[in-house]
């Protein structure tokens, strides 16, 4: 990964509560990723399709094969933990958040997930 990854959504998944009940949704998602290898750390740009460029994460690669990379990123403020897995010989990758915190009153932990298909 010597170049930057342009990684769009193919598609978003949401696992959450409403009304009291476990709900699940997914969409086309709108996200787009641009991530930037720096040493044994991936940086991460998010945009969502209606900025031109968002905030920057700081992601700690955790494994690595000539195939995949895999990194992770622990929230400081909440139990959260943000995963990225990029499959370097597809052009693809999941982002991952799931959150134990329960949200809004909510009784239950949250869980996204966005599929991505990446260019250098």
């Keep these: 990964m010597a170049k930057p990854l342009d990684c769009r959504a193919v598609m978003a998944t949401f696992i959450s509560e409403r009304n009291g009940k476990v709900e699940a949704e997914t969409s086309a998602g709108a996200d787009h990723l641009t991530v930037v290898r ?13 900025q ?4 920057t994460d700081v992601y700690t690669i955790t494994a ?3 195939d995949f990379v895999s ?4 929230m400081r403020t909440l139990p959260a933990v943000h995963s990225l897995v990029i ?8 982002w991952t958040e ?17 599929f ?3 260019v250098n």
């Design 38 to 50: 720096s040493g044994k750390f991936l940086r991460v740009t998010y945009r969502d399709g209606t």
């Design 52 to 55: 031109i460029g968002g905030p």
């Design 64 to 66: 690595e094969t000539v």
């Design 71 to 74: 990194a992770v990123q622990g």
């Design 87 to 94: 499959n370097k010989r597809m052009g693809s990758a999941v």
């Design 98 to 114: 799931s959150d134990s915190a329960p949200v809004l009153g909510s009784k239950y932990p949250t869980a996204s997930s966005v």
């Design 116 to 118: 991505l298909h990446c």
